[in-house]
């Protein structure tokens, strides 16, 4: 564990004052003054987990990459795509405490928690979550659970409790028969996601259960800005085989680089470093599914107790285009079930109600996203919904990489690299 913390430092150490020395040779043209930094307030707080937690940690990364693999595989083609894995996962650990018998053990094995207990499980997800949100005074984090369910059905009391006090949750019984629910359920989500992610549900009706929703908000500035002068107007080939001018962003930066035969990879800090936003770029002819594993063995690298050493701090000369993107993921069951094919829902296993769920063909998770990314910085949010219804002065090697076809993103946590959200941009 020491031999982690003391290169995650010298790591971080070394960025840092990299970036934040005058570097004559940052951009040809352009003084590096003009190059805004963001308020540093040296306010991070690295997310701390027992061995426990850590164990856990390490597998819901492995979930995380494992279903972002699925969604990307059976995505519709001429579209980018972005899931958060924080937001499915803590709605999953709500949902658990619903849980009895084979269906419960199905879904911890799906998530790969199957040696784990509901307390385990309960207080990694406290544990976590009020971790990042306390992370960085510099950034914005913040996370917010519900439990909306049919007024005419009494809910189990030990969920409610678990829910309440483990996850903050707000629990409300509605009348699912009245239009206006759907409105003030939506209404909800707005707020939570700064009026982001303004429509979760459709419409409701009074043979319907339940919705149990988690909605995650991230705003932050890039540690180094990128210069809005450098910005230029240049070709992105996008996965269809055709080619558009972009905006595309431009900097030179000390950090964290990989590169395998199959891709490269490098690490944008926010202000503060609390968090990151990696980049994963393919190599030329390589399948953007392939580049998946090997990422992920390197993003897992950073928390390892045996440090492998593939990351190295180089100087990167990065090109990045402007973008946001939305997107809705409707069959986050049916890839779980595609990780997991012995997956079930069985009717009397779920307990969310006194009186036992009836139909479980209509058990549903549902999440939408949003992200912006431009020369500030980034901002994020999604909202899960699980639902049933009736029926320095130091020289470093540079290196190239240029973001101007299809892509691969995350947003983590510096310290657990725990992943936020996980992208695709490419159309």
Known sequence: MKTKTVLLSMLTALCLGACNSNNDDWLTGIAPESQEQAETRHSYKPVQLNETQQAINAKLQEFS????????ANRDEGINLMISPISLEVDLGMFINGLEGE??????KTMGLESFGKEQINDYFKTMMTGIEKADEAAIFKSANSFWYNKNKTANKDFLSVIQTGYD???EAVDFSDSKTKDIINAWCAEQTENRIKKMVEETSEADFF??????????QWQL?????VTTKQPFHYANG???????MHTKITTSYAETDKF???VEPFVDNAFQMVFILPKEGVKMEDAIPEALDCLLSATAEVYPGKPEVKVVD???PKFTSEYTESKLFAYMKNINPSLCFKAGELKFFDDPVNDDSVLSALQKTFILVDETGAEAAAVTDIYHLGDSGIKYETVEMRLDRPFFYAIVESNTQCPLFIGYYGN
């Open 211 to 220: 919705h149990l929703m988690n909605a995650v908000y991230f705003k932050a």
């Open 65 to 72: 990459w494992k279903l972002f693999k699925e969604v990307y």
């Open 242 to 248: 055709s080619t558009a001018d972009v905006d595309l």
């Open 169 to 171: 949750a707000k629990t």
């Open 103 to 108: 269906t419960l053990q199905e879904v911890l």
């Open 318 to 320: 990065l090109y990045v």
């Open 264 to 266: 490269q990879q490098c």
């Open 225 to 229: 800005q990128f210069v809005k002068s």
